[in-house]
Structure formats: structure tokens, C-alpha cells
């Protein structure tokens, strides 16, 4: 088998309508595919998925995905106004990559990373 890299990330969310309206605010964008069982945001060449889903048991955190963003402290702040809650701080996990850690409002762990080893990477 040969990856060819991440292409999409989905989130389970209890309400597609309310989820939708906060994606498009957290990424200033408005989604490319919009049905009532999908709703696909491109995101710079990679896909942010939502899908219904009413299961409201635990979330597991043992999968992270981290978006990239130019400035981690910045955007870790504007998650947290757009109403995420902390799960992880923004830290320096060495080597110059930094690394931070949020829960949307349907408790989907949102991650976001500066890294600046891969290309196009700002710094």
C-alpha cells in the first residue's frame, strides 16, 4: 500500500445546522458540499467533514488531527471565542513544532499545529 497523505477528517456532530454555521465562522469559509447526511468543507486541499450523528456518550481522544495554522496562540484564542473548550495549551513539543488541542461544542477534539518542517509551512 502506498498513503498518499490525509485527505479528509469527519466530525460527528448532534446538529448539522448549528455545526455547520460554527465550521464556517472557524474557517471563514462556507462548506463545497451541503446534504443533510454530509457537509464537506475544503480546507487548502483537505476535507472537513461533519455527519449527524446523536450518540452523546464519550468521544474518544485517542485519534488527533491537527489542522495547520501561522500563529498557534493566536488561533488557539479565536477557537476558544468561537465557544471550543481547552484540552490542550499550546505547547513547544520541540524542534521548533508547536501543538495545541481544543473540543468543538459537539466535544470532537480539534487540534492545530505550526510545523515549520513541512513545505509552505509559515512560520
Known amino acids: 500500500m502506498n498513503l498518499l497523505g490525509l485527505r479528509t477528517t469527519i466530525y460527528k456532530v448532534s446538529n448539522l445546522s448549528d455545526a ?3 465550521y464556517s465562522k472557524v474557517l471563514g469559509i462556507q462548506p463545497y458540499f451541503d446534504q443533510p447526511f454530509y457537509v464537506g468543507f475544503s480546507v487548502n486541499g483537505f476535507e472537513l467533514g461533519l455527519v449527524p450523528d446523536e450518540y452523546t456518550g464519550q ?7 491537527y489542522w495547520g495554522v501561522e500563529n498557534i496562540k493566536a488561533s488557539y484564542q479565536e477557537l476558544l471565542q468561537f465557544g471550543a473548550t481547552p484540552l490542550e495549551a499550546p505547547q513547544n513539543v520541540g524542534d521548533g513544532i508547536w501543538v495545541a488541542m481544543v473540543k468543538d ?4 477534539p480539534f487540534g492545530i499545529i505550526v510545523n515549520p518542517h513541512f513545505g ?4
Open 59 to 65: 468521544k474518544s481522544d485517542s485519534v488527533s488531527t
Open 105 to 108: 461544542p459537539w466535544a470532537n
Open 20 to 22: 455547520k454555521e460554527w
Open 120 to 123: 509552505n509551512t509559515p512560520q
